[in-house]
């Protein structure tokens, strides 16, 4: 009988995580479709009001510039960012597909940035970003410029060094950080806190009694350098978080896309409705 239950309890609980993906899947989708009829509805408005196309003799017989395109989603961004009711302070952007493109990658990065997200956290549990690191972010600060043109000033971005966390920064002042993290950043992160501990008892600058949960998140927290990340957009079909900051997602929100490749600002920002249209009870 013990098999049994065993059996029908991982049928159980296996169920329940693909009813919790389909029900992720479903909302994006409609709030996709609701987003895009309420950006055209937008779009007539101000495009016409803010560059003045409305008197133009030809108006009717010609397209809106590429650069104009551009200039009314950024825009559009950034009122997005004000409209949610809430908006994460910090991102994890979780990739689980076998294949990264950087360019996808960085747009989302810069689309975080257009919105008001002040941290943005990179993880893939192959370590191909964390090898890659300068290729990343010169692609992060190549989108930076063809997505946000002369705004691009104003969102200035910081690298943490995942070596001793010093920041990189690129700009006149910082408004965004961007972090890479690997599998190393996961567990093995625990150990070293716990290893460094043990060195302070050592040292006799600590007892051992005096290791508690708030003395181990000091210790993780001060290896970071960032915020514990409120929102985790995982890219792929495994359902699994495959060792994203374990200790820091206590209270994290995830939700699950089908793909990060040809992804496109809607589907980023329907997550991001998402997230703000969720209660979060923290643990009540």
Request: charged share 20%; glycine share 6%; net charge positive.
């Amino acid at each position: 009988m013990a098999v049994v239950y065993e059996f029908v309890w991982r049928m159980l609980h296996a169920l329940l995580h693909l009813q919790r993906t389909l029900l992720s899947w479903f909302r994006i989708r409609i709030w996709n479709w609701t987003w895009r009829l309420w950006r055209r509805a937008v779009a007539a408005v101000l495009v016409p009001a803010v560059f003045g196309f409305q008197n133009h003799p030809h108006n009717n017989k010609k397209l809106v510039p590429t650069g104009c395109k551009k200039s009314c989603c950024r825009v559009l961004w950034k009122s997005d960012g004000k409209s949610l009711e809430k908006l994460p302070l910090h991102i994890g952007l979780l990739i689980a597909e076998e294949e990264p493109r950087y360019t996808d990658i960085a747009n989302l990065v810069v689309w975080c940035m257009a919105v008001g997200i002040s941290y943005v956290s990179v993880y893939d549990n192959q370590g191909i970003f964390r090898r890659n690191n300068s290729r990343l972010m010169d692609e992060i600060l190549k989108q930076q410029q063809e997505l946000l043109g002369l705004d691009s000033l104003k969102y200035s971005v910081e690298f943490l060094n995942n070596s001793n966390d010093k920041p990189e920064q690129q700009g006149l002042s910082c408004q965004a950080t961007v972090k890479v993290l690997s599998p190393d950043d996961g567990k093995p992160g625990i150990v070293t806190a716990a290893q460094k501990f043990c060195q302070l008892v050592e040292q006799q600058q600590k007892r051992s009694t005096d290791l508690d949960v708030n003395m181990l998140d000091s210790l993780l927290r001060g290896t970071k350098g960032m915020p514990d990340p409120d929102l985790v957009m995982k890219f792929g079909t495994v359902d699994s978080t495959l060792g994203f900051l374990p200790w820091h997602i206590r209270l994290t929100e995830i939700i699950s896309l089908p793909s990060h490749i040809n992804i496109t600002y809607e589907h980023f920002f329907s997550a991001l409705k998402c997230y703000a249209g969720c209660e979060q009870r923290l643990g009540k």
